[in-house]
C-alpha cells in the first residue's frame, strides 16, 4: 500500500514493480551486508516500488532512471526492464541482473479483450499480477544476463553521458545512438 501512496495510484506498472521486487529478493536475498542499486531502464510505473521497498532514491545513488530508445529496447528482446546491481560486501561481490517484464504475457493471460475500454484492462491486468501463483508464468519476468562487475563498472554505468546496457556490453553504441522512428 506504501508504493501505491508513493505512486498515487494503482495500475499494473507499480503491479509489475512488485513482481520484479519479489523476483529480486527470492533470488537474490538482501540480508547483512547486501544491497541493490537500481538502473531503472526503461523507465515506467515499477520504479516507485523499489524506491519505497528498498529505501533507494535518487539522493542516495540508489536508484537510476532513464529511457530506452525503441531500437534500443529491440535490441535488448523487446522487453528490457533494468539492471539490478547486487553488491555483497560480505563476499566482495557485485553483479549485474538484467531483467525483462513482458506485458504481452500479462495480457494473454488477464482475461482483458481488446474491445475493453482502457480501465477495464488495466483492472484485470492487476488482478492477474496480485495472484503470486502467476508470478512464475514463463516469459513474465526474464533473465537477460547476469555477469560479474567491478566498482569501476559501475561507476561507468553511472556517468550522465553513458548507457548502462552499452557499459555492460548488451547494447553497442551505435544501437544506443539510433534516434527513434516515433
Known amino acids: 500500500m506504501q508504493c501505491l501512496e508513493l505512486h498515487n495510484h494503482f495500475c499494473p506498472g507499480v503491479s509489475s514493480g512488485y513482481v520484479l521486487a519479489n523476483w529480486m529478493e527470492e533470488n537474490y536475498p538482501l540480508k547483512e551486508g547486501v544491497s541493490y542499486t537500481v538502473f531503472s531502464c526503461p523507465n515506467w510505473c515499477k520504479d516507485d516500488v523499489f524506491v519505497k521497498r528498498w529505501d533507494v532514491t535518487p539522493g542516495t545513488g540508489g536508484i537510476w532512471v532513464s529511457a530506452l530508445t525503441d531500437d534500443e529496447t529491440e535490441a535488448l528482446g523487446g522487453s528490457p526492464a533494468g539492471i539490478f546491481v547486487v553488491k555483497d560486501k560480505n563476499a566482495g561481490t557485485m553483479k549485474a541482473v538484467v531483467l525483462g517484464f513482458d506485458f504481452d504475457v ?23 499480477l496480485m495472484d503470486k501463483e502467476n508470478w512464475d508464468t514463463e516469459g513474465l519476468v526474464s533473465v537477460i544476463s547476469v555477469m560479474d562487475i567491478d566498482a569501476d563498472t559501475l561507476s561507468e554505468m553511472k556517468l550522465a553521458d553513458n548507457n ?12 544506443s545512438t539510433q534516434p527513434s522512428e516515433n
Open 106 to 128: 500479462v495480457n494473454a493471460n488477464c482475461g482483458a479483450k481488446d474491445t475493453d475500454p482502457g480501465w477495464v484492462s488495466k483492472y484485470l491486468a492487476d488482478l492477474w
Open 164 to 175: 548502462p546496457y552499452v557499459v555492460l556490453g548488451l547494447l553497442n553504441s551505435t544501437e
